[in-house]
């Protein structure tokens, strides 16, 4: 079976370029090099996405994701970061070890902050009867 090569990073069998490692989690740059200083996160346990993490691999994960956001800001002349993921193929998911990508942002980099989707086909009323998760 051919190994996931986030999994081969954590163990050090492909190299990468760290920015913070802890017992749970590792934060390395993203090799896309399609924005300066995009960064990924992710556990060391090997969950597949957000979908079927457990919850404790969610918080090491979330914890590690804003201490290297307020590392951005604090230490490293950004002044905010966008935050994103993709769950599933469907989504845009290529690598199949949960990671979250940091962008780190400064204001008039002309960067987008926000995919651009083309508009809604259905009412807010319709969407919100499909996804409430409140009793109606
Ligand atoms: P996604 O498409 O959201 O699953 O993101 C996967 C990301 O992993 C992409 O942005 C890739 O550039 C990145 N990636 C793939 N292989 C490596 C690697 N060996 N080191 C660092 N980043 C990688
Ligand atoms: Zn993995």
Same mark, same amino acid.
Request: charged share 25%.
């Given at each position: 079976?051919?190994?996931?090569?986030?999994?081969?990073?954590?163990?050090g069998?492909?190299?990468?370029?760290?920015?913070?490692?802890?017992?749970h989690?590792?934060?390395?740059?993203?090799?896309a090099?399609?924005?300066?200083?995009?960064?990924?996160?992710?556990?060391k346990k090997?969950v597949?996405?957000?979908?079927?993490?457990?919850e404790?691999?969610?918080?090491?994960?979330?914890?590690?994701?804003?201490?290297?956001?307020n590392?951005?800001v604090?230490?490293c002349g950004?002044? #905010?970061v966008?935050?994103?993921n993709a769950?599933?193929q469907c989504a #845009?998911q290529s690598?199949f070890?949960?990671?979250?990508h940091l962008?780190p942002?400064?204001t008039g980099?002309?960067?987008?902050?926000?995919?651009?989707?083309?508009?809604?086909?259905?009412?807010?009323?319709e969407?919100h009867a499909r996804l409430?998760?409140l009793?109606q």
């Open positions: 079976m051919e190994e996931c090569i986030f999994c081969q990073i954590i163990k069998e492909i190299p990468c370029m760290k920015i913070y490692e802890d017992e989690t590792l934060s390395f740059l993203d090799i090099k399609d924005v300066d200083g995009h960064l990924l996160v992710i556990p090997h597949t996405n957000l979908l079927d993490a457990d404790n691999t969610v918080h090491h994960l979330m914890d590690t994701v804003k201490k290297v956001a590392h951005c604090s230490d950004y002044e #905010g966008n935050m994103l769950n599933h #845009g690598v070890h949960l990671h979250i962008i942002r400064k980099d002309a960067l987008p902050g926000f995919p651009k989707y083309s508009g809604a086909q259905h009412s807010l009323e969407m409430t998760m009793k």
